[in-house]
């Protein structure tokens, strides 16, 4: 296959600088789409299997129809494509896809970056040192790791200092605080390590541990919602960012949403992943209901600081519904380093009385609501209510049970797919 710049319409590919531009001005499209889009047009003479997408792309033969469907969507819409049109890629039905527009070959590559999209190129003693190009070519696809994250400080107009990490490159994404975190031991979490690694391939993730929890302060002057909002608001003015896309998971998203509400300015965009408007206590509908929310807490004040894990695993369970014995005793492990038992009952206790409904009202950007079919922790109904409430919101159910997806999940790659389109619209910028 030959290499070097492609040309097709108004539009160039360049392989070794992982550039798409139109007309001369760059196309921004995320990572992954970017990839198929390459894979695609470096084989324009033939049909790309559905098998080859998935090993080279997503280094996996386990990705949903609805992660390929939307990556591909994403790449039509950069290059001005329809799934109706097809005149720029056609798929093949029960075979692949084929980019059928006229490519022209413009200039000469002095690597092996494209060729290794198929033939992965095993470093020989004959073979030359790889190019500046090819390295660059390659660098989007390697995982960030914890040696590149950079973590800063910042204080509360209380005192309590607020832990920070960068890590990554490109577009900045916003990640509000939530519970069980730790910046530096979530890098071998059965629960948090892709996500970092996900989130931050292709952008610039800034990430905190909130006051009481991770390498934040645990000994706080308060520990309220209010606080975690003013917390969010220190580390956006520590960071100097002006304006940004949001993400928040968990308790996170209520944050976030109030955070978003207070400051149109700030938030670009807004995702919610596993969020809630009202806290257990708070959606409680009878004294069943009340009690259960009590036992979390209880739970929480009784086996948080035993040697016994018995208790933590029901936490376990409720994050890694489908994890193994081994995930469990890893993510109890990783709980009691992240926090005390003191302030894991008063984190649940706050947790209970979250009430963002008019906040959520509120919110005027663009919305991404990510939820498990079946959360164990947080219901569905609770993201049906945030779609409901937030303007400009849009909700996408996940095949799966997990608080937080597994890596191993079918649902992973769907939910970083849906990510990754969500914030290449330019419109929410």
């Known amino acids: 296959m030959a290499q070097g710049v492609y040309r097709f319409g108004e539009f160039e590919l360049d392989p070794a600088r992982f550039q798409l531009t139109c007309d001369g001005e760059p196309v921004r499209v995320e990572p992954r789409a970017f990839d198929l889009l390459r894979l695609l047009v470096t084989h324009h003479d033939r049909v790309v299997t559905k098998q080859e997408i998935l090993e080279h792309v997503w280094q996996t033969e386990y990705v949903s129809d609805a992660a390929l469907t939307t990556a591909l969507r994403t790449v039509r819409r950069a290059v001005g494509d ?24 413009v200039g000469a590559a002095a690597d092996d970056a ?6 992965p190129v095993a470093p020989s003693p004959e073979a030359p040192a790889a190019s500046p190009a090819a390295r660059e070519a390659e660098r989007p696809a390697v995982r960030p790791s914890a040696e590149l994250q950079t973590i800063r400080y910042c204080s509360a107009a209380d005192g309590a200092r607020i832990a920070y990490a960068t890590v990554g490159e490109g577009p900045v994404l916003m990640k509000a605080a939530n519970w069980i975190t730790h910046l530096d ?27 009481g929890c991770g390498m934040s302060d ?3 002057p308060g520990f309220s919602f209010e606080d975690w909002v003013t917390d969010l608001e220190t580390v956006v003015a ?15 998203a209520a944050v976030a949403i109030d955070y978003a509400a ?20 708070k959606r409680a509908r009878d004294d069943a209901e009340r009690a259960a929310a009590a ?30 014995q081994r995930e469990w005793d890893e993510f109890t492990a990783f709980q009691r380093r992240t926090t005390s038992d003191e302030n894991a009952v008063r984190f649940l206790e706050e947790f209970a009385l979250i009430d963002v409904r008019e906040q959520a009202a509120r919110v005027s950007c663009p919305t991404l609501i990510l939820h498990s079919r079946d959360d164990g922790r947080v219901p569905i109904d609770q ?3 945030l779609a409901s409430l937030i303007p400009r919101s849009r909700l996408v159910l996940l095949d799966s049970a997990s608080h937080l997806i597994g890596e191993a999940e079918p649902a992973w790659p769907e939910f970083l797919a849906h990510i990754d389109e969500f914030l290449s619209d330019p419109s929410h910028s």
């Open 262 to 281: 207070r400051h149109p300015e700030k938030v670009s965009s807004l995702i919610l992943a596993g969020g809630y408007v009202l806290g257990r206590m």
């Open 82 to 105: 329809t799934g109706a049109d097809q005149r720029v890629i056609r798929t093949a039905h029960g075979r692949g896809y084929q980019v059928v527009a006229p490519v022209e070959i």
């Open 185 to 211: 031991l979530e890098w071998d979490s059965p629960v948090w390590s892709h996500w970092v690694r996900g989130l931050a391939r292709g952008r610039t993730l800034v990430r905190y541990d909130e006051r």
């Open 114 to 119: 494209v060729a290794g999209l198929i033939v």
């Open 295 to 324: 036992l979390d807490i209880d739970l929480a004040r009784v086996g948080w600081g035993r040697e016994d894990p018995t208790f933590m695993r029901v936490f376990a369970s409720q994050f890694l519904p489908r994890g193994s």
């Open 383 to 385: 993201a049906r209510e």
């Open 218 to 220: 645990w000994s706080v």
């Open 238 to 252: 520590a960071t100097g960012l002006e304006r940004f896309p949001l993400l928040g998971v968990s308790q996170g």
